[in-house]
């Protein structure tokens, strides 16, 4: 906590962003078979005071994680939750490496995920009404390596035409009900 709290002397701490930003995303990822504890209440007292927008998210109390590391989000997931008997809006997360793991290995370039599983990665988290993380590791010179940005480019050129086609084709589709819109997820085959 201390450490979140310092600051340098140029006054500025990692959770010092310009009072102007919208929004940070903070993670809270405990240790896997670790035992360590940890006062997430002092953590998010300090969050909220130095970026009241800021997002907490992986088990925080703005964003949750889908439990998964595979980027998919369970059929039918829901945004809405309770907490303390009221409904509160509280989204899931997938989180998914282009890559077979988190951090860059120069004998994974040939690994890369293909465009078909990110395609299919993407409907199966945001076309279930989940926030897609897509982790992108930096090599060892602190840039994206050359296949993953070659892929995400390859991705971007696939998924253009395939979202144009959903806004063209579905959003005029769109039902209106009291307290909910309700829009076709997924491009017609």
């Known amino acids: 906590m201390r450490q979140i709290e310092r600051q340098d002397s140029t006054g500025s701490t990692g959770l010092d962003t310009p009072r102007s930003s919208r929004s940070v995303d ?10 360590q504890g940890y006062d997430w209440t002092r953590y ?5 005071r130095r ?6 998210a992986i088990m925080g109390p703005d964003i949750r994680w889908v439990s998964n590391e595979s980027g998919f989000a369970r059929e039918g997931e829901s945004s809405v939750r309770t907490r303390d008997g009221k409904p509160v ?13 988190w951090f860059y290995h120069e004998k994974e370039d040939a690994k890369v995920k293909s465009i078909e599983h990110l395609m299919d990665i993407y409907f199966k988290s945001v076309g ?5 993380l897509l982790n992108v590791p930096p090599d ?3 840039r994206f390596a050359e296949p993953d940005v070659n892929r995400l480019r390859e991705f971007g ?3 253009k035409p395939v979202t144009a086609r959903y ?11 009291p307290t909910v819109w309700e829009f076709e997820l997924f491009p017609p085959k």
Do not use: M
Request: charged share 30%; aromatic share 8%.
């Open 44 to 48: 998010y007292a300090v969050i909220r």
């Open 51 to 56: 970026q009241p927008k800021a997002l907490i």
């Open 140 to 142: 060892r010179r602190g």
């Open 26 to 35: 903070t993670r809270r990822d405990p240790s896997k078979g670790k035992k």
């Open 157 to 159: 050129a696939e998924f």
């Open 167 to 177: 806004v063209r084709l579905n959003v005029l589709e769109a039902t209106f009900a």
């Open 128 to 132: 279930r009404n989940s926030v897609l």
């Open 89 to 101: 809006w509280h989204p899931a997360e997938c989180d998914v490496s282009i890559r077979p793991g």
